[in-house]
């Protein structure tokens, strides 16, 4: 595809936390996806997100805020904002920060409190 001087296609890995580290922005071009655990594992880390607005991913990301939202399938958009994060590096750092701080509603702490919450509601 002539990408190999700009991207590496490393298979199955159990060191995506370390991995992510070296990201500048996080890119998950979907064109369905369900809720995204690795947009969450993106922002714990940090990082910038640019995303497909499809399925659950606008409920993880927020445009403009902890990333950027795109048309699914629009190249030219999602080219256009990993760009518009790579040259505004203030912004980048901003929305990382956000990220980082939404992500904490995503904890396993979080999660099982919200489920007790739903469960004593529903009793």
Known sequence: MGVSDNVKFL?????????????????LPSLNEGMGRVIVEAMAAGKPV??????????????????????????????????NILEDPGKAESM???????SQ????????NKIEKLYSQLL
């Open 50 to 83: 640019v995303a497909s607005n499809t399925g659950g991913i606008p409920d993880l990301v927020k445009n403009n805020e902890n990333g950027l939202l795109f048309p699914p399938g629009d190249e030219k958009i999602l080219a256009q904002s990993i760009i």
């Open 105 to 112: 509603d995503f904890s396993m702490e979080a999660m099982i």
């Open 11 to 27: 298979g199955w890995r159990n060191d995506v936390h370390e991995i992510m580290q070296v990201f500048d922005v996080f890119v």
């Open 96 to 102: 990382g920060q956000k990220g980082r701080l939404y």
